[in-house]
């Protein structure tokens, strides 16, 4: 049986989600993003390499370089997470895709919390 519907009402519910667009350009502006913030951090571990304990707490206790990291950790985790979910949705099926989706998603919040309060609590010598 050959179905006689046009090519644009074959696709008509198969396509974007609306959401595909803004995906790829949260990839990108993250990649942009990341590019100054990593490499601040790899010269700054170059430049506290050596140094003791009480200086890298120091160096992390400045609000910059708490806002710097912080930024790093979320910006490189959405990043990461963005990156997983195009994987997910592409190479996986079904329920499998929406949980690993969802537990993507989770694992990077934990990981993003994790890593600012420990920003944070070093920082404000807790």
Known sequence: MSDTRTPLSRARGLGSAK??????????????ALIPLVVWFAISLVMLSGADYAVARAWIGSPLV??????????????????????????????????????TKFIAVLFGLGAVLAIMRIGFGG
């Open 19 to 32: 959401e595909g667009v803004h995906h790829w350009w949260m990839q990108r502006v993250t990649a942009i």
């Open 66 to 103: 708490m806002v710097l990291l912080t930024l790093t950790i979320v910006v490189g985790l959405y990043h990461g997470q963005l990156g997983l979910q195009v994987v997910w949705e592409d190479y996986t099926d079904g329920a499998l895709r929406v949980f690993m989706i969802v537990f």
